[in-house]
C-alpha cells in the first residue's frame, strides 16, 4: 500500500485542495450508489461559497439526505438519471433539481459527444500490480463518463473491491487522487412481506432451469430471488447484484454453465448490498463488472438464449401499457410527480424479447395507497401526463400476487381480461365496467361473481398441481379460469364426434363462447361448481387437454361430475388423476360424494367409476348407466 502511494505522491493531493480544482460553471459528475465519493463530496457542500452555477451529474444515489438540495439554485443543480430515495424526488419536482429521462445504455454517448464532463469524482480502489485502479461495484456509467471528462479526481479506498470485467483504470489517466480508508456506503432492502412473497412466487414459476436473468431494482423484482432456491443452472446478465445474488451463487444456482454469451460468468454493472456482498466480489472472476453501453445493449443482451428480464413498475394500463416513473397527479391541472426513471428497464425488457426464449417479465403488487386511501395499479388507462415507459408491445407477462397475466401475442380484448383477472378483487368489476365504456370488450363479458353477495371471486391458486403421464409427459393441473374460454373452445373443437358424443350425449358442432357448455365450465363459483383443466405446452403457448368437473345437487349434496381427454392424451392414467383430485376437492368443500351418467359406449369410464375405491350404487337405463357414491362409503 506504501509503495503505490509514494510511487504515484505526485498525484496525491488533500481534499480540500482536491475540491478547490473544481471551478464555477462547471459541470461535475459524481460516482454512484455504494461507491459514492463521500469524502470529496462532503467537502464540495463546505466550499459552496466559492462555487457558482455547478451542474452535478448523477445516475443512482442511495443516501437518504441529499447535502445539495438546500443550496441556492445558482450554486449547485443537480441532474439525476435514476431516482430512489424521497429527498432527491421532492428536490426533483419542487424544480430544485432536474431530471433527465433516458435508456441506462445510452446514458455516456450523451456525455461523451454533447455533456462534456469536466471533473469527475469517482472512488477506487488501490491500484494492482500492473497499475490499474478498480470502479468496483459501480462501473455502470461512471467508468465510461469518467474517461471522457477533462479530469478525474478520485477517492481511493482500500474498502472497494477490486472487480474484475472491464472494470478499470490506469493510473496514468487519474490526474488526482485523495486517499481514504473508510466503509463504503450500504444498502439493505427490507424483507418481502406476504404481498411481495406471492408475487415472487408467481414470477418463479415463469423462470425456467439454464434461463439467464436480470432482476432490476425495487422490492418486488428483488423478492424473486428469494424463490428460485430450488431452480438450477441460472445464468445472469444483469445491470444490478444484490446480496441475494451471492448466496444463490453459494448454493450452486447460479451456475452460468448454460449461458450462450459469457459463458460461465455473471455480468453486471453495479451491485448495491452489504460490506459482506463487497467483500464476496473482491477478486471475484465468477462476477465480471461492465460498463452499461455493454451489459444493458439490447444487441448483447439478446445474445443470451432464454433471457428473461424481470422488473418492476408502478401502475399498468388495460392496453398493457407499463409506467414505471411517475405518480398521477392529486388534482387536475397538476403535473404528474416524477417518482423513479427509466434505468435498465427498456434495455432489458427489449433485449430479452429479442433472445431466442427469451421474455420480459414485470411485477408489482396490485394496489397501493395514496392519501390514506387503496387504490388500484391496474388502471383503465393511463391519466394525461402519465410517463409511458414501456408500449403495450414491450411486456411478455405482468404479474401481481393474484397471478399471472400472458400479454404477449394477446389481442386488446384478451389482454384486458387478462390483466382484470390479476386486479385485486375489489377493482375488478370498475375495471370490466370501464373497459366496456371503451368498446374493447364483449358487452355482456362476465366475472366470476358470488351470486349471494356480489362479491368477486377469488381464483384458488392451492388447487394447482402437477402430473407425470405414465410416458413421462408434464401435465399442469389447475383451476379453470374465466380467460380460459377460448382454450375450452379449442378443446372442444379438437374432439372427434365419438368424444363430443360422450361427453354432451350428442355430437356437437359448435361451440361458442356464449353456449351453456362453455359458460358453465368459466364462470364458476369454486364452491358448487369446480373445473379443473389439464394443460399442456411450456408457459405461454399451453393448451388444455383435459377437463374434469362437478356441479353440486343441493338436494342430494353430490357432484354430478364430467370429464373430457383429448383422444392424443389417453391411456395415460390423466382421468384416473383427476377423479381422486377432484374427490379430494370436493372432499374439502363439504359434498358427500359423486353421482353421474355414462354411456354404454364409454366402457373405459364405467370401469373407472366401478373400480374407484368407493361403493358404487349403479342403475341401468335405455343410454347408459346412472351411478353414485358417498365418499364415506369405501369398499
Not at 462501473?139 to 472494470?167: F, L, Q, R, W, Y
Not at 450462450?260 to 462476477?287: H, M, P, S, W, Y
Not at 417518482?339 to 417479465?361: C, E, M, P, T
Request: charged share 25%; glycine share 6%; aromatic share 10%.
Amino acid at each position: 500500500m506504501i509503495n503505490w502511494r509514494k510511487k504515484f505522491k505526485d498525484r496525491e493531493i488533500g481534499v480540500k485542495d482536491a475540491i478547490s480544482l473544481v471551478e464555477p460553471g462547471q459541470r461535475i459528475f459524481i460516482h454512484s450508489g455504494c461507491s459514492e465519493p463521500q469524502k470529496l463530496t462532503t467537502e464540495l457542500v463546505r466550499q459552496h461559497k466559492r462555487l457558482q452555477d455547478i451542474e452535478i451529474d448523477h445516475f443512482l444515489s442511495i443516501t437518504r439526505d441529499l447535502p445539495l438540495k438546500d443550496k441556492p439554485e445558482d450554486l449547485f443543480r443537480y441532474n439525476t438519471f435514476f431516482m430512489t430515495q424521497d429527498s432527491i424526488r421532492e428536490a426533483v419536482n419542487e424544480g430544485q433539481a432536474d431530471y433527465t429521462p433516458m435508456f441506462l445504455s445510452e446514458i455516456p454517448y450523451i456525455f461523451r459527444k454533447r455533456k462534456k464532463v469536466d471533473v469527475a469524482l469517482v472512488q477506487l480502489s488501490p491500484p494492482d500490480n500492473n497499475n490499474l485502479c478498480s470502479f468496483g461495484i459501480n462501473v455502470d456509467v461512471a467508468k465510461p463518463i469518467a474517461e471522457s471528462a477533462d479530469m478525474i479526481i478520485a477517492e481511493i479506498n482500500p474498502k472497494i473491491p477490486h472487480t474484475v470485467g472491464n472494470s478499470f483504470i490506469p493510473m496514468k489517466k487519474i490526474d488526482h487522487f485523495i486517499y481514504n480508508d473508510t466503509t463504503m456506503l450500504e444498502f439493505r432492502y427490507s424483507k418481502p412481506n406476504k404481498t411481495y412473497k406471492k408475487i415472487a412466487r408467481n414470477v418463479a414459476s415463469l423462470i425456467r432451469n439454464g434461463d439467464t436473468i436480470q432482476v432490476g431494482i425495487g422490492r418486488a423484482p428483488h423478492a424473486v430471488l428469494f424463490e428460485l432456491d430450488d431452480h438450477k443452472d441460472l445464468g445472469v446478465h444483469t445491470d444490478s447484484i444484490f446480496n441475494k445474488h451471492m448466496d444463490l451463487i453459494e448454493s450452486g444456482v447460479i451456475t452460468c454453465e448454460r449461458k450462450t454469451a459469457n459463458q460461465n460468468r455473471i455480468v453486471a454493472n453495479f451491485a448495491l448490498g452489504t460490506n459482506q456482498l463487497f467483500k464476496f466480489l473482491d477478486n471475484n472472476l465468477f462476477v465480471e463488472f461492465h460498463p452499461a453501453t455493454y451489459t444493458n445493449n439490447p444487441i448483447n443482451i439478446a445474445q443470451n438464449e432464454n433471457m428473461t428480464s424481470i422488473n418492476g413498475a408502478l401502475s399498468v394500463d388495460l392496453l398493457g401499457q407499463i409506467n414505471a416513473s411517475s405518480v398521477p397527479a392529486q388534482e387536475e391541472g397538476q403535473a404528474p410527480y416524477i417518482y423513479q426513471g427509466i434505468g435498465g428497464l427498456v434495455d432489458f425488457s427489449r433485449g430479452a424479447n429479442y433472445a431466442k426464449g427469451g421474455k420480459s417479465i414485470i411485477c408489482l403488487p396490485s394496489t397501493t395507497v395514496r392519501n390514506s386511501k387503496r387504490i388500484s395499479r391496474i388502471v383503465p388507462m393511463f391519466p394525461p401526463g402519465t410517463h409511458v415507459s414501456l408500449t403495450m408491445g414491450d411486456i411478455h407477462y405482468v404479474v401481481t400476487e393474484f397471478g399471472i397475466a400472458q400479454l404477449h401475442g394477446k389481442n386488446l380484448r384478451e389482454r384486458i381480461m387478462a390483466l382484470i383477472s390479476i386486479a385485486h378483487p375489489d377493482f375488478r368489476m370498475w375495471l370490466l365496467n370501464e373497459a366496456k365504456k371503451f368498446n374493447l370488450i364483449y358487452s355482456d363479458q362476465e366475472l366470476n361473481v358470488d351470486k349471494e353477495t356480489g362479491d368477486i371471486i377469488v381464483y384458488p391458486k392451492k388447487f394447482e398441481r402437477k402430473f407425470i403421464t405414465k410416458d413421462g409427459k408434464k401435465i399442469y393441473f389447475r383451476p379453470i379460469r374465466p380467460t380460459d374460454v377460448r382454450l375450452i373452445q379449442d378443446l372442444y373443437y379438437s374432439l372427434n364426434d365419438e368424444s363430443r358424443t360422450y361427453r354432451f350425449f350428442r355430437p356437437k358442432k359448435y361451440f361458442r363462447r356464449s353456449d351453456n357448455e362453455v359458460k358453465t365450465n368459466v364462470y364458476i363459483d369454486y364452491e358448487n361448481v369446480f373445473v379443473i383443466a389439464g394443460l399442456v405446452g411450456p408457459i405461454g403457448d399451453r393448451k388444455i387437454i383435459a377437463l374434469s368437473s362437478y356441479e353440486k345437487d343441493n338436494k342430494t349434496n353430490l357432484g354430478e361430475i364430467a370429464f373430457t381427454v383429448h383422444k392424443d392424451w389417453r391411456d395415460q392414467g390423466i382421468t384416473k388423476y383427476m377423479l381422486h383430485y377432484l374427490i379430494r376437492i370436493a372432499m374439502e368443500k363439504g359434498l358427500d360424494g359423486f353421482q353421474g351418467e355414462i354411456m354404454w359406449e364409454n366402457q373405459k369410464m364405467v370401469h373407472l367409476i366401478k373400480t374407484s375405491g368407493y361403493i358404487i350404487k349403479g342403475e341401468n337405463t335405455v343410454d347408459g348407466w346412472i351411478f353414485s357414491f358417498r365418499f364415506d362409503q369405501r369398499k
